[in-house]
């Protein structure tokens, strides 16, 4: 039975759980900060959406180069370099867009900033699912809460200072201290344990069995950015549809988006006696249930604020689990989550907001999420079915998570 991995010191946790911030604080200001960056540009009413595209083509790019390219640091040996130069893109495509002159290298930079984005993003994520048992859990939690907490700050401050190009520099300067604790990203490290159910000797067989599951896997993944990101883009539509002016349901989108960062801290702690799976369908059972008493437009806001608290752990939790049952490398996993995630963002709330009509979005909107939730929940299902037979060992390599056993960290 693999030994866990020894606790990491205190600067090995920070320092992910500070960039993780960092991240959330750029990606969501750069979308906040457009009607700003119009103006100073020079650009023409409702131009300028390339930008935070293209920060998001760089991300998925940086996604599957760094986790389907080959191999990954979690697989041999090595220095960390590849984490350092993402390091070094993020912080210096940062710094690049605060001090671009034209457009066009405003865009360039911003490609280069999402790169190093998308791949610091797979290798927290990787790094954080090598812990087993509730250790890996939590901090899976905290470390999205913290992504959670700054995209919440980050539109924030740009709000209330008018201009983004000094928050970009100070991210830029306040990522360089985290180059030197933020190296073992991308390596092992000692007394770290093997990928979780690889079979050394034919890994390759392996994979191919664990296909069905990845693939149930990525449904998840897909089906509940379609959730979270559907619900943060129709949300207001419905409010106001139900009656709340303009303003007013713009506002009151911040209550979903604050239940989700308080349901990655909150969560994981208080249900920690619960397997990955039975927490993951209790909660999206209960989301579904909260997403239909919004139908009631009185309650509209609190539904969703507490769904959000539902939904928080989801994501976080999937990963954990799909990383612990899966016979791939933990950078693998994440990558095929986390692209699916990202097109799932993209793809569905498009999709839903064709039920948005003015005539109907009252009940439409609620509704079209609340179906897509038990449709996530459906998926979880399958993938229950699947995980025994893909890894039989899982339970007793992982007796952290369950209730009868414990690890010694």
Known sequence: MPVPPAAPARVRVVAPLALSLLLGVVTAALGAAL????????LPEGGGAELVGLYNLGALAGVAACGLGGRTGAGRSSTGRPVLALLAAFAGGCAGMALAPTWWLLNAFATATGFGFGGLLLYLNAFFGRFPGRRGLLLMNLLHACFGAGATVGPLLVGRFGEVSWLLLVTAGLTAPLLRPA????????????????????GAPAGRRSLPLLIVFAAVAFLYAGV????????????????????????LTALFWAGLTAGRVVLPPVTHRLRPPRLVLLCLLAATGLLLTTLDGRWAPAGYG?????????FPTVLVWATAVLPLPPERVSAVLLLTNLIGSAALPPLLGLFAAPARAAVSIPLSIATLTLLCGLAVTAAVALAPRADPTAARRHPADRPDQKVKT
């Open 35 to 42: 009607p700003l960056l119009r103006s100073a540009y020079g």
């Open 228 to 251: 979270e990101a559907g619900t943060g883009a129709l949300e207001s539509t419905h409010l106001e549809a139900a009656g709340r002016s303009a303003e007013g349901a713009a506002g």
């Open 183 to 202: 190296r073992h990203l991308g390596t092992a490290g000692p007394g770290a344990p093997p990928t979780p159910g690889t079979d050394t000797a034919t």
């Open 306 to 314: 507490l769904a959000g608290f539902a939904l928080g752990t989801v």
